[in-house]
């Protein structure tokens, strides 16, 4: 229901606001009320402004007074600057961003006097009313369906670039319905790169060729007209046209100066060059989005067992912050019923999950280095096979286990333990009730066996399973016999947490977590009082860290080889 119908008093006021400006103010008149579509409150008026008058209405919002009244002028004509085009609603002083309830319709007839009275001062004298909107490239570019990317590095690198020189570049161009997008990937000859994006190429797209001409001619007139830049090529731009081939060509052109290009892409019509226009966007500058410390998690090495919904999530987690390099290990394949909890989406269907995280991994980082094993790890796997992974994950920096399988994770336990290296595990409880994350680090916390006992001891200490048993994925029931199921915001959470433990051990000497485990609730069930209730569980030092050692001596050891290999000690 409209808002004048409910708040009567609001309306009125509204009314004898109005009537009191006209009073006071020789510049308004012909003030008319009406009804428009859907029963809006409308009012149209008149502003008299040096001989001239303005025909005006204003519309009152269903959600007034919450939000504000829209003035426009009512014979479609651009009045001012501060319009969206012509006809359309005037940009006044109060706007979304700074309303308030209290303001009246009366405030935006004046707040439109103002503005076009600033803009038309008496005499020759040139009226700028001063604008107060803070422009957003989404806002220019909302109605524009071709892009083309420019980094600001690329925009630095192009001012060292001599005039009048055509430098070849490279950039991908993507099609996703309704927009093309493309993005500078380098610029310069492949053997003298002058510059090169750091953005991974998205999957779908395609390397387009093209030349960067830096000019100070007037190129802004080919955005309205990008067919005209092929007439105007050989007199205007005799060396951009000597670089091109005869036949047409089929590529990117950019043209000018500064951080104003104009973007062309070129291609062959029924045998003949046209070009049509890329709306050009200079992306910010990427750096210092995360800590310094994390610049030494590129050269680090993460194994991740287990590629489902903890394990996808915590790898883009990781791949965000800037870990490059993986190790990718399960057997199992995508499925449509896995789209409710995994970070894949519908193009992961029917892949191994380890292929399709890696090329989702490769839409995150450039450069990545993704190692895949599509082996269940602890199952029927031949015994070589088995090995084989086991070396694989012997060479990473750090283990995840993201299986909640007791036999993988003794597998990965064993690795952890004999080559010294962290372990950082998750479990996310029945139901979607909490989790619980752990880390093992060698020689400051147990080893990984023992602390997952120690923690499963502290369960049952307080009279949690360490696993519950369901008829379904992460199922349960309440006390009270409801079911609950986890969804894809409470395993988010737990994953979330884990990758925090990860990229700790990772980047820090000094861990800020004082507890190596954390039992985290989602729901007041069980042990937790509240949701987001958290509980570190302290663990102590158990188990010995490297090769397991019996204190055998060389006659020992010398011993053993000869009654092992008798034919080599003869």
């Known amino acids: 229901m409209s808002w004048w119908i409910t708040n009567t008093s609001r309306a009125k006021s509204e009314q004898i606001a109005l009537a009191q400006v006209v009073e006071r103010a020789g510049w308004l008149s012909s003030v008319t009320w009406r009804i428009g ?17 303005f025909v005006l209405s204003m519309a009152y919002p ?22 969206y085009g012509a006809g359309g609603e005037l940009c006044l002083e109060f706007r979304p961003d700074n309303w308030d309830p209290a303001i009246t319709g009366a405030m935006m007839v004046e707040s439109a006097y103002r503005l076009i009275s600033g803009e038309r001062p008496p005499g020759d004298e040139v009226g700028i009313v001063p604008s107060a909107h803070q422009t957003s490239v989404g806002r220019e570019v909302r109605g524009e369906f071709t892009r083309f990317v420019i980094p600001r590095g690329a925009i630095d690198a192009f001012g060292g670039l001599p005039k009048y020189v055509p430098i070849p570049i490279k950039a991908w161009d993507r099609l996703e319905k309704p927009t093309w997008v493309a993005s500078l990937v380098s610029v310069g000859d492949e053997g003298s790169i002058i510059w090169s994006d750091s953005a991974p190429q998205p999957s779908g797209s395609s390397i387009v060729k ?28 005799p060396e951009l046209a000597h670089r091109l081939p005869e036949n047409p060509f089929d590529g990117f052109v950019l043209l000018g100066e500064g951080d104003l290009w104009t973007a062309l892409n070129l291609f062959a019509y029924e045998g003949r060059q046209s070009a049509f226009h890329y709306k050009t966007i200079i992306a910010p500058e990427t750096s210092g989005r995360l800590s310094s410390d994390y610049a030494v998690l590129a050269e680090k090495r993460v194994a991740i067992i287990g590629c489902g919904s ?22 199992d394949v995508f499925f449509a019923a896995n789209l409710v909890r995994n970070d ?10 380890v292929d399709a995280l890696t090329a989702r991994l490769k839409d995150i980082v450039v450069d990545g280095d993704v190692e895949c094993r599509r082996v269940a790890l602890g199952q029927q796997e031949s015994a070589g096979t088995t090995e084989s992974v086991i070396e694989e994950l012997a060479r990473a920096d ?49 080893t990984p066996t023992h602390a997952r006992g120690q923690v499963r001891a502290w369960c049952d200490k307080h009279g949690v399973p360490w696993t ?39 980047t820090r000497e000094q861990s800020i977590f004082p507890s190596s485990a954390y039992a985290i609730g989602l729901t007041a069930e069980w042990i937790f009082q509240a949701p987001f209730d958290t509980w570190p569980i302290d663990l102590r030092s158990e188990g010995e860290w490297g090769e397991s050692q019996d204190g055998a001596s060389a006659d020992d050891l010398k011993d053993l080889l000869a009654s092992l290999f008798p034919e080599v000690a003869a």
């Not at 007074?65 to 014979?75: E, N, S, W, Y």
């Not at 903890?310 to 057997?331: E, H, I, P, Y």
């Not at 894949?344 to 999950?353: S, V």
């Not at 064993?414 to 139901?431: D, L, S, T």
């Open 468 to 506: 519950g048993a369901a008829d379904i994925e992460y199922g349960a029931q309440s006390e009270n016999g409801s079911p609950l199921v986890a969804d894809d915001a409470d395993v988010s959470v737990i994953a979330g947490h884990a990758a925090r433990l990860a990229l700790d051990v990772l």
């Open 37 to 53: 579509e859907n029963l809006q409150l409308m009012v149209d008026f008149d502003i008299q402004h040096n001989g001239e008058t």
């Open 344 to 353: 894949l989406d519908a193009r992961a269907i029917g892949l191994h999950k």
């Open 210 to 237: 093209g030349l960067v001409l830096r000019t100070e001619r007037e190129v802004a007139r080919f955005r309205a007209d990008p067919r005209s830049f092929i007439g105007a090529l050989p007199a205007e731009f």
């Open 398 to 446: 750090l283990l995840v286990d993201a299986t909640a399988d007791p036999r993988a994770f003794n597998l990965v336990a064993a690795v952890a333990r004999r080559q010294r290296k962290p372990m950082v595990w998750c479990e996310v409880f029945a139901g979607g009730i909490g989790g619980i994350v752990a880390r093992a680090r060698p020689d400051v916390d147990p």
């Open 310 to 331: 903890v394990g996808s999530k915590m790898a883009a987690t990781l791949a965000r912050s800037g870990v490059r390099q993986f190790t990718l290990v399960d057997d």
């Open 62 to 83: 269903s959600t007034f007074p919450d939000t504000p009244p829209m003035v426009r002028p009512r014979d479609a004509k651009r009045l001012s600057w501060h319009q």
